[in-house]
């Protein structure tokens, strides 16, 4: 279940960039067309021109430049493309001795960000004609031209950002280069998605680019160090000693260290009454009709019957995404949510993503959540705890600070906190999965009937995956791909969440990409149901499952392709191998993370003193 790649109407930006587009309806064709008359750095000779260079000295053109810059940059943010790019338009018309490079480079940035290939390609010709060393302006010229079909110029463009990086000196501060290979991360899932594999796997040799994400997975070395290639001895080696050092060093994981509330060891049930809990909850990825139910709540409702505590189900959809009704609509359910509590009178509320949305103001902002649930703790008292699906996104972090001024507990899914710490002050923080029902992942008549496979999509914030998958296609990898949809008719993966978990019970090989646009790369909700599946996780290394799991002995981590294709070669060719490793992976989650102990330990989290 990986609840971060099941919410496009929470979408989050792709990218990062000088200038940031967000929530602008009709961008993508706000600026064709717009130059009816060329402007006049375009009309130099092959669209080259010397810019004035970015000044601090208060001339009047340099006041006039830097007011229109951040004037500029002020409307994007707030979604106000079109204004912005006006005034960008006329500074350049009625003053062009007042240009520079970085107002040229905005205007760039706007054409771009809104698929206005023509105007960008001429923008970004002129920026990196007057800053020739800048390689953020060639590599989005070269992705402007390869848009408008112009390869052969795309490719030495590409060429020249290439050898700008390869030049820089080992202690040059890093670049932003991901981030500007965000659009090209786009395309290439488009391109894989509209069977233009081919397509995609040019983009990936074009911008694989020194010191990249997409260079890092398409041409880098595999983790041992011993060559281009993995030989089966090398995995062979390297399972023998990981599992001897593990179990040398007392059988331990960071998660064990780090509770603060020791865990006995063995499978244990809940052994203190817990009363009432409700859970309020999403019920469905989308807001329309043919949405399928959300694999978050139902496994955590599945679970909490499963164990023996008494609950009550609330759909939490209204306050994950409140603009698909009305703003009294949104209230009324919050006052009906009141209601059922004082009712009710449970000893937990379980909130599903508490004030982390951004509505506008005539919906229910935080302070009026906050407010709420004090008062209604002082008419019953209850224990509030929320959980944060999306904790590795900044915004969550700000948010669970926000609401830890009335949280008893707060729930990450993800152990990735910003450089600021790892703590949120003045409010317990329960560090662990979600608690899964085992008994619906379990293999039907056919068994393991599936070998290697990738389960998910290419949504929003997992465009890293379309790398992987263009490179998996385009090399003919084994490896089964089942791209995952919201609605009912479109996962092949399954409809329901019960035919999800029996489907995952299939695979024998699971392979899970762990990247996601923002950089971060992060243990999602698929990787604990691969191994809740006993299927074999072949992980894209990430510190967060070393948390929870060790490497070559619970799950197998890679960082590049070649790695990928030597361990899925390797472990088709050796089941014990492979069978050894999925089932002593799910006995450590049993022992660990059971339904049973993520329940008890999140009730005495919230009860305890």
């Known amino acids: 279940m990986d609840s971060r790649a099941h919410e496009p109407e929470r979408r989050s930006p792709a990218r990062r960039a000088s200038v940031r587009l967000e929530n602008h309806a009709g961008s993508e ?52 493309v079109e204004k912005a790019s006006g005034l960008l338009k006329d500074l350049i018309v009625k003053d062009p001795k007042a240009v520079t490079a970085r107002c040229v480079r905005a205007l760039a940035q706007i054409a771009y960000e809104c698929k206005s290939w023509p105007d960008a390609e001429a923008l970004w010709r002129v920026a990196s004609g007057a800053e020739p060393s800048n390689a953020e302006a060639w590599v989005k010229l070269a992705h402007s031209l390869v848009e408008l079909g112009r390869q ?25 280069c991901d981030a500007w290979l965000a659009g090209i991360h786009e395309q290439i899932c488009l391109s894989f998605l509209g069977n233009a594999v081919p397509k995609a796997a040019d983009l990936v040799r074009m911008f694989s680019l020194p010191g990249t994400y997409l260079r890092s997975v398409a041409a880098g070395r595999n983790g041992l160090g011993r060559g281009a290639s993995l030989q089966d001895a090398d995995i062979h ?55 399928r139910l959300h694999e978050l709540g139902v496994f955590i409702e599945t679970s909490a019957k499963a164990v023996g505590l008494e609950t009550v189900f609330f759909p939490a959809d209204p306050f994950l995404n409140p603009t698909a ?84 507990v707060v729930w990450p899914l993800n152990f990735s906190p910003p450089a600021s710490g790892a703590e949120i002050p003045g409010v317990k923080t329960f560090w ?45 990898i084994p490896c089964q791909l089942f791209l995952s949809t919201h609605t009912t008719s479109g996962s092949r993966a399954g409809a329901s969440p019960e035919e999800y ?19 971060r790369k992060i243990m999602t909700g698929r990787a604990w149901e691969s191994i809740i599946a006993r299927a074999l996780l072949l992980e894209e290394d990430n510190e967060e499952i070393q948390r929870f ?19 899925l070669g390797y472990f088709e060719r050796h089941e014990d191998a492979r069978r050894a490793v999925a089932e002593r992976a799910y006995e450590w989650f049993l022992q660990l993370f059971s339904k049973d102990r993520i329940w008890r330990d999140l009730i005495s989290a919230a009860t305890d003193p």
């Not at 052969?152 to 932003?176: F, I, N």
């Not at 609509?329 to 599903?352: A, C, H, N, W």
């Not at 490497?551 to 790695?563: G, K, L, M, R, S």
């Open 325 to 408: 009704i009305q703003p009294d609509q949104q209230y009324s359910e919050l006052d009906r949510l009141g209601r059922t509590i004082l009712s009710l009178k449970p000893d937990l509320v379980i909130f599903d993503d508490l004030c982390n949305q951004e509505p506008p103001e005539e919906y229910i902002t935080p302070e009026v959540y906050k407010n709420v649930f004090r008062a209604l703790k002082e008419q019953h008292p209850f224990k509030l705890v929320s959980l944060y699906p999306d904790s590795w996104m900044t915004k969550s972090w700000f948010t669970m600070e926000f609401a830890s001024s009335f949280l008893d």
């Open 501 to 519: 978990a029996a489907f995952m019970s299939r695979l024998r090989i699971s392979v899970n990409f762990s990247a996601r646009a923002t950089g």
């Open 152 to 176: 052969t110029e795309a490719e030495g463009c590409a060429a020249k950002a290439r050898a700008l990086l390869a030049s820089r000196p080992p202690d040059a501060a890093p670049t932003d």
């Open 29 to 80: 064709t706000a600026l064709r067309g717009s130059w009816a008359e060329p402007l006049p750095i375009l009309q130099r000779p092959g669209g080259s021109t010397k810019l004035r260079p970015t000044s601090e000295t208060m001339s009047d053109q340099a006041l006039l430049e830097i007011t229109a810059y951040e004037l500029a940059s002020y409307l994007v943010k707030n979604g106000h």
């Open 237 to 291: 080696q390297r399972l023998e000693e990981a599992l001897a050092t593990w179990e040398a060093g007392g059988r331990t994981v960071p998660y064990l260290q780090q509770r603060g509330r020791g865990l006995a060891k063995g499978a244990a049930p809940v052994t203190r009454p817990a009363g009432k809990v409700l859970l309020v909850l999403r019920r469905y990825f989308l807001g329309r009709a043919d949405s």
């Open 549 to 567: 799991f060790v490497p070559f002995v619970h799950y197998i981590p890679f960082t590049n392709i070649d790695e990928l294709q030597a361990y």
């Open 432 to 476: 662990a999965p979600i608690p899964y029902p085992e008994a619906l992942f379990r293999p039907g008549p056919a068994g393991k009937d599936i070998g290697a496979a990738f389960v998910g999509s290419l949504f929003d914030y997992n465009s890293p995956r379309g790398i992987w998958l263009t490179l998996l296609k385009s090399r003919g």
